[in-house]
């Protein structure tokens, strides 16, 4: 998503009020970058956190132009007493605090950090368009150009991690079926060690897998494009991100299938897919599984 949430709600009326918007936006984004990396050092992803950093010091970097400037036309820094009203949330992490960080990457983390910058293009057009005052359009318009070149270097970070990521040994090619199979093993494979009533849950979940691999094996919805790259171990051989993958696979076909019928049946089997995401979670939040060996097994250490 690259427009924004929701519009500004009144005009920028003084100097003091665009500086403090700035100021709230930037420490937004690091405050959520922040968030991200320290969730990535948590989960022993040293990778992605570098990465965050990356992102933390880029924005710190872009606060303190804000602070420099402030300081410069008005002597001081941004003041937050002067906001009138929220800025436009323009800072979106997409869900990456709740995803499977095996499914994180540098590509993805820069990709959702460039539609921010978008987003932050956007605000800062339309507060220069509705400004009254041409001192105020020209320090947002100012803004924006500076978005824009914010945006330029994101752009050139995430061809670097597409690129980086395309040049890694390939990981194996599997479609659809192939990891609806992948699942319903590692289903029964959970229920054989679970107890309770988890083991007849876990048994019909992975019933309702293979049946889904045999549906979409007679009658195909075609190639996610989230498959193109291969699959690594790391999230086919483990329950948390493969379940993940497997319901971003159906909603994504969903959204980009052309017939109404084939969206239909993706949407259809998204549910089945959340279904068995959704127990998965309930299991890895539940205290008695709180085991590394279980953790382990799941590939996940944090109950996402």
């Given at each position: ?25 930037e420490q937004e984004a690091i405050d959520g970058y922040s ?155 959970a229920a054989a060690r679970a107890s309770g009533s988890d ?106």
């Amino acid at each position: 998503m690259t427009l924004l949430k929701s519009e500004p709600f009144a005009a920028v009326t003084s100097m003091d009020e665009l500086l403090a918007i700035a100021s709230t936006m930037e420490q937004e984004a690091i405050d959520g970058y922040s968030e991200l990396a320290s969730l990535m050092r948590r989960e022993n992803r040293p990778d992605m956190e570098a990465v965050f950093e990356r992102l933390i010091a880029e924005e710190n970097q872009h606060l303190g132009n804000v602070v420099r400037w402030s300081e410069n036309v008005r002597n001081k820094k941004p003041d937050v007493t002067h906001l009138r009203w929220d800025p436009a949330d323009t800072f979106d992490d997409e869900g990456a605090r709740s995803i499977a960080p095996a499914l994180l990457t540098a590509y993805r983390a820069f990709s959702m950090a460039a539609r921010n910058e978008e987003r932050a293009f956007l605000f800062w057009t339309y507060v220069a368009a509705n400004a009254d005052q041409p001192p105020i359009q020209e320090a947002a318009e100012r803004m924006a150009r500076e978005e824009l070149g914010h945006l330029t270097t994101l752009r050139r970070e995430r061809r670097r991690a597409f690129h980086e990521q395309r040049a890694q040994p390939s990981a194996p090619a599997l479609d659809i079926p192939d990891l609806e199979l992948k699942l319903a093993g590692l289903l029964t494979e959970a229920a054989a060690r679970a107890s309770g009533s988890d083991v007849p849950t876990l048994e019909k979940l992975a019933a309702e897998a293979r049946e889904r691999s045999s549906t979409v094996a007679q009658a195909p919805l075609g190639k996610s494009p989230l498959l193109r790259d291969g699959v690594p171990p790391e999230v086919s051989g483990h329950l948390a991100p493969l379940s993940e993958l497997l319901l971003d696979c159906y909603l994504d076909l969903g959204e980009r299938l052309v017939d109404q019928d084939s969206r239909n049946r993706a949407q259809l089997l998204a549910a089945g897919a959340i279904r068995s995401r959704s127990y998965i979670r309930s299991m890895l939040n539940s205290p008695k599984n709180r085991t590394a060996e279980f953790q382990h097994e799941t590939g996940n250490r944090r109950g996402l």
